[in-house]
């Protein structure tokens, strides 16, 4: 049998009539193995993201000291309700933050501190590890009837997790290891302030 000739350009349109084929069978198969997903399942549909990325914010709130305290006329080692406090809204952690105030003035030779701690109202209990050093002023000189005054901003800074809305409040005390005070308190105004902060982390 004598073969057909039919031209030089039969071969590349066969090959590419075979190609389209191949690709419309290709195609075919994509669709048909995509599974349609339906309005239902659509809707259910969840993007996931970090615990961070999807946190609402947390609450917070911040305090002043509404005036200032007076540790000078009380006993050595008491501590003593600032009335300043926060509400804890509700079961979480929290974030706590205070900058205090505090102004001692000692006649030497003297060795005076005060300290300060946070007090669980709700609770009936100090918070643990709380106590901070406010301020200190110590000499041992004589220096007849002079004086010296430090005014001093000291931080407290505690992480606590409540069960329950929880009241927490700043105490302070006054400790004498020599000599005596001439003042001492826990004090605001204009220049410097002293504030409770409080923010829910979890």
Known sequence: MTPTYRGPNHLPRRLARVAAAGMTVLAIGMVTTVPT??????GTMKTVTS???AAQPWSSGIAYLPAPVDLQNTAEGDWVNT???VLLPEDGTYHLDLDVLTRLWIRPPANVY????????TDGAALPNSDRL???????????????????TSPISERITVTRPTRIRLEAKREIHEG???RASVTTYDDGRTSFRWQRVD
Do not use: C, F, M, Y
Not at 135 to 151: K, P
């Open 51 to 53: 615990k961070a990325a």
């Open 180 to 182: 005596t005070s001439l």
């Open 83 to 85: 009335n300043l406090e």
């Open 114 to 121: 005060l300290v300060g701690r946070l007090w669980n109202v």
């Open 134 to 152: 406010l301020n200190q002023l110590a000499d041992g000189r004589s220096l007849g009837e002079g004086g010296i005054v430090n005014n001093q």
């Open 37 to 42: 997903a339906s309005p239902t399942s659509a």
